[in-house]
Nanobody
Framework: QVQLVESGGGLVQAGGSLRLSCAAS????????MGWFRQAPGKEREFVAAIRRGGGTYYADSVKGRFTISRDNAKNTVYLQMNSLKPEDTAVYYCAANSGTTYSTSSVYDYWGQGTQVTVSS
């Protein structure tokens, strides 16, 4: 059974940092594009960051320079380091995997985690 399990969310003050982890199981994801998306209450799910199997990374403009995505293929895990957090970063963050080549559209992702809540207080 393929599973993606996020962890590391929580409550943090503005300006603080959190590191999200996404542990994959059921098969190896080393060849997949791994992405992070987020969804705030009343808003659509939006792209945050993605990393290709070769290590190429992509970010939404809203998080560029503050967030860093990385992966450890040996551990089948992807990370999202979030620094300089803002209240507008508050959302449920989802990890996802897709075996294709595109990265910013949620519909291309085949597997999703259950999400982890990130709340940034002002």
């Amino acid at each position: 059974q393929v599973q993606l399990v996020e962890s590391g969310g929580g409550l943090v003050q503005a300006g603080g940092s959190l590191r999200l982890s996404c542990a994959a199981s059921g098969r190896t994801f080393s060849r997949d594009v791994m992405g992070w998306f987020r969804q705030a209450p009343g808003k659509e799910r939006e792209f945050v960051a993605a990393i290709r199997r070769g290590g190429g990374t992509y970010y939404a403009d809203s998080v560029k320079g503050r967030f860093t995505i990385s992966r450890d293929n040996a551990k089948n895990t992807v990370y999202l380091q979030m620094n300089s957090l803002k209240p507008e970063d508050t959302a449920v963050y989802y990890c996802a995997a897709n075996s294709g080549t595109t990265y910013s559209t949620s519909s291309v992702y085949d597997y999703w985690g259950q999400g982890t809540q990130v709340t940034v207080s002002s």
